[in-house]
């Protein structure tokens, strides 16, 4: 991992980029409805990702509307893996540098893989906490989806 926290480098990849953004700062928030209230923000803007362990010693980012749940069938099928299962909080923060629950969505930072399920893509505008439970970042997904260059894939339940 490296030494500089996640939150910095997406503020400053956002920064040198010139996108225009919202950084809110707010009470630690756990839970995606939780994210949701003190952004501001509706619920299916929520970005939420999830670390996973596929196969052996692989993991991969997936991002998803927070209102959704992902089908890991669907994304076993598409990888061409045999076995996707949520990594443990020790791998998240071994993987990430983050605790879960605030894991960004910028896989490129983590050097992982990003797969993307267009129930997010449908949101003119996403949000997401930046490595921080105590932050939050709103931006467009446009402007997400040129930096990250995520993999569209639909994995929703």
Request: with cysteine.
């Amino acid at each position: 991992m490296p030494s500089v926290p996640v939150f910095d480098r997406i503020k400053d990849l956002l920064n040198t980029v010139g996108v225009q953004y919202d950084l809110k700062e707010h009470a630690p928030v756990f839970t995606s409805q939780a994210a949701a209230d003190a952004r501001g923000a509706k619920l299916e803007q929520g970005a939420k990702s999830l670390v996973l362990h596929v196969d052996k010693e692989r993991y991969i980012l997936a991002v998803i509307s927070a209102t959704k749940q992902a089908d890991f069938h669907k994304l076993r099928d598409h990888l061409g893996v045999r076995k996707v299962r949520l990594a443990t909080p020790e791998e998240v923060l071994k993987v990430t540098g983050c605790t879960i629950g605030s894991v960004p969505p910028f896989g490129n930072l983590l050097n992982l893989p990003t797969y993307v399920d267009p129930s997010l893509a449908m949101n003119e505008i996403i949000a997401f906490n930046p490595g921080s439970h105590t932050h939050s970042i709103l931006m467009t997904y446009e402007d997400y989806a040129d930096l990250v260059g995520p993999e569209v894939v639909a994995f929703a339940k």
